[in-house]
């Protein structure tokens, strides 16, 4: 075979492997680009739900699975939020599977990690009343059904306030905002701190009244926060799951704003593209 024949088929032989590659590349990024607005908003809307979530858990009110909507399968009630909405649905493979397993399992722990501070509001509120003797005489018990019950405390109110600043019990669990909360009530002395767990009525509450105290603000505090770090569960591991879930909240929503920008990366694209042709 002479040179120039040689020639000839090489550059016949290069020619068709440039264009099988350049076919097969365009393949794929046709693909990817009729896919991109749907997974840009898939990203996105979980950026933003995490983003939620993140806000939450900052402001001592963690969301938790009743949050959001349910159905129902069988006898078991199942709640979805975005996350597992999106796996019910399907949709949850449209993500890259690295980011969509990390998203679906950082939603399950803040879920339950808001729950369980829900699920605490009896052990803080068995807390609160082991510790009457911090209050002048006075404090009443109120009941919503059971006339027995002690699930409402109110001190006394010397004062006659009739303000009230509405909390949640899960502030128990952030001692500095506990303490700035009760700091400025002491110094105000014109609203009363009126906490309550979740529910429509809720289960437990707690009224406390300006100069309702017996002992200083500081002794008060200090007192709750130990018995609550004896008696409720979770409580002294509460600030550093805390502190976990917000940093692995930062990493997520860094990688959703990346792919909300650009679903899916040249190299993905470029090795997809010849992983299609094995499949």
């Avoid at 120039?4 to 990817?32: D, M, P």
């Avoid at 109110?154 to 700091?183: D, R, V």
Wanted: glycine letters at 4%.
């Amino acid at each position: 075979m002479s040179d120039t024949l040689k020639t000839v088929f090489i550059s016949l032989g290069t020619s068709l492997i440039v264009s099988l590659i350049t076919f097969i590349l365009g393949l794929r990024s046709g693909k990817n680009q009729a896919d991109r607005q749907k997974m840009q908003e898939l990203y996105k809307q979980l950026y933003s739900h995490f983003a939620d979530l993140k806000k939450s858990i900052q402001e001592d009110r963690s969301k938790t699975w009743d949050n959001y909507e349910h159905i129902n399968r069988g006898n078991r009630i199942l709640y979805t939020p975005p996350v597992r909405k999106l796996e019910l649905s399907g949709d949850l493979i449209y993500l890259k599977k690295r980011i969509a397993d990390e998203a679906s399992e950082l939603e399950m722990e803040i879920m339950n990690y808001g729950s369980d501070r829900n699920n605490a509001a009896k052990d803080i509120h068995e807390v609160i009343l082991s510790n009457l003797e911090l209050f002048k005489d006075g404090y009443k018990f109120e009941a919503y059904s059971n006339k027995d019950s002690k699930n409402i405390l109110k001190t006394a109110n010397p004062t006659g306030c009739n303000s009230h600043l509405m909390c949640s019990y899960k502030i128990f669990f952030n001692k500095e905002h506990f303490e700035e909360m009760l700091n400025n009530w002491a110094a105000k002395k014109d609203h009363a701190l009126d906490f309550s767990s979740r529910g429509n009525p809720p289960s437990y509450s707690f009224c406390l009244y300006p100069d309702s105290l017996v002992v200083p603000t500081e002794e008060f505090k200090d007192t709750l926060i130990k018995g609550f770090q004896k008696h409720v569960k979770g409580y002294t591991e509460s600030d550093r799951i805390k502190s976990q879930l917000l940093r692995r909240i930062d990493k997520l929503e860094r990688k959703l704003r990346r792919r909300a920008k650009e679903p899916v990366s040249f190299w993905e694209t470029f090795f997809g593209a010849f992983v299609d042709l094995f499949r």
